[in-house]
């Protein structure tokens, strides 16, 4: 009908006698918070505690039974936006740095199959605060890497996207998803807070800083090692790295010089 063309919620029949609790208000992390309502008429209800629901409570279950899940993506519509943790609170989540190189990439994956633009970053400041859903319990409770896309447009037709665009929507998102799926695969990331040297110093030490994010996994912290030599051939030197806090590392650079490699 008419009324119920555009329906949100699950067909749960309340105390209230209005229908439906909102699935992705419905799980445990930041449940009850703002961004959801504790009215079972309104199309953000809750539901009455975490779980309440058959479809979360089945979802949450088949996560916790396939410690292999790396990440998830979930669609929804509409404004073109790429996001991740955290909706409930507007604090970041440990892994920020990370989170925001993969809404980058995948964004730009997105814009490369038919130039459209899509922002990203986290829920909360991204679109609006939402507490109690999916995209959050994923990654506090399980450690999975999480992520939650709006897809086309941007309001021109909203939720009744033209039928022309319905391909074109699943095509470049189909790029960000197989994006995500490799990513996913690799489980240490290395990355470089102030840069790699293009050149270093003659005769003199150099320290480079490097990060390392375990996506999955454990990392030990005395493993990590450099490897370098100067010139173009000739066996490699070992160096031990640093630790520095937040899985940091000072990399030594072996004193070199002037005009090697």
């Not at 703002?34 to 309440?52: K, L, M, Q, V």
């Not at 990440?71 to 073109?80: G, M």
């Not at 086309?152 to 189909?174: K, M, S, V, W």
């Not at 790699?196 to 110093?201: E, I, L, Q």
Request: proline share 10%; glycine share 8%; aromatic share 14%.
């Amino acid at each position: 009908t008419p009324n119920s063309r555009l329906w949100r919620k699950n067909r749960r029949l309340s105390a209230g006698g209005c229908y439906g609790v909102d699935d992705n208000r419905n799980y445990a992390t930041g449940w009850g918070g703002g961004g959801s309502s504790s009215d079972p008429c309104n199309e953000t209800y809750r539901g009455t505690a975490a779980f309440s629901e058959p479809e979360t409570a089945a979802m949450r279950d088949f996560a916790v039974a396939r410690p292999q899940i790396l990440a998830t993506q979930s669609y929804h519509s509409y404004s073109q936006l790429f996001m991740s943790p955290w909706g409930y609170t507007a604090s970041l989540p440990p892994d920020n740095p990370t989170f925001l190189e993969v809404d980058a990439a995948s964004t730009q994956a997105i814009a490369a199959v038919h130039g459209v633009s899509y922002a990203y970053g986290p829920i909360y400041s991204t679109i609006y605060q939402a507490s109690g859903g999916d995209v959050d319990w994923y990654y506090a409770a399980e450690g999975i890497f999480s992520f939650t896309t709006e897809l086309r447009d941007t309001g021109a037709y909203g939720f009744e996207l033209p039928p022309d665009q319905i391909i074109p929507t699943c095509e470049e998102n189909f790029a960000a998803a197989m994006y995500l799926a490799e990513w996913a695969t690799i489980p240490i990331k290395f990355s470089y807070p102030s840069g790699r040297p293009s050149r270093v110093d003659p005769m003199t030490p150099t320290s480079v800083a490097l990060k390392i994010s375990v996506i999955w996994g454990t990392l030990d912290g005395s493993s990590p090692r450099l490897w370098a030599r100067v010139g173009d051939s000739g066996p490699f030197t070992q160096y031990p790295l640093t630790p520095e806090p937040d899985n940091t590392f000072t990399a030594p650079l072996p004193t070199t010089p002037c005009g090697r490699t």
